[in-house]
Nanobody, 123 residues
Framework: QVQLVESGGGLVQAGGSLRLSCVAS????????MGWFRQAPGKEREFLAA????????FYADSVKGRFTISRENDKNTVYLQMNSLKPEDTAVYYC????????????????WGQGTQVTVSS
C-alpha cells in the first residue's frame, strides 16, 4: 500500500508561481513512477506530468510544457511540481499519483492517489 499526501496549494496571482509537494509512504519511494493530475469542477481529470522511478525520464502535457516542472527526491520520499507563469485556467484541484508499473500519462494506470490540493489563480 502507498499513501500520498499533497501540499503547497493555495491562492496565487496570474503570472505567479507555486511549488506542490507530495510525500509518499508505505513502499520504497524509488519503486514507483509518479504523476501529477488536476481536475476542475465539471471537467475530466487531466494529466499534467509524470516522472520515472529514478527521475531520469519525464512526460508533460502540452498545456503545461515549459511552465511546469516535475522532479523527485527519492531520499525524501517526495515528488514536486514547480508551477510557473500560472494562469487562471490552471485553477483546479491537483493530485499526485503513484504507479507501481512504470511511467504513464493514463490516469487509470495509476495505483494510488493523494487527497488533492487546491490551486486557485486569480486574474
Amino acid at each position: 500500500q502507498v499513501q500520498l499526501v499533497e501540499s503547497g496549494g493555495g491562492l496565487v496571482q496570474a503570472g505567479g508561481s507555486l511549488r506542490l509537494s507530495c510525500v509518499a509512504s508505505g513502499r520504497p519511494f524509488s519503486g514507483y513512477a509518479m504523476g501529477w493530475f488536476r481536475q476542475a469542477p465539471g471537467k475530466e481529470r487531466e494529466f499534467l506530468a509524470a516522472i520515472s522511478r529514478s527521475g531520469d525520464r519525464t512526460f508533460y502535457a502540452d498545456s503545461v510544457k515549459g511552465r511546469f516542472t516535475i522532479s523527485r527526491e527519492n531520499d525524501k520520499n517526495t515528488v514536486y511540481l514547480q508551477m510557473n507563469s500560472l494562469k487562471p485556467e490552471d485553477t483546479a484541484v491537483y493530485y499526485c499519483a503513484a504507479d507501481l508499473s512504470g511511467i504513464t500519462r493514463n490516469a487509470w494506470e495509476y495505483h494510488y492517489w493523494g487527497q488533492g490540493t487546491q490551486v486557485t489563480v486569480s486574474s
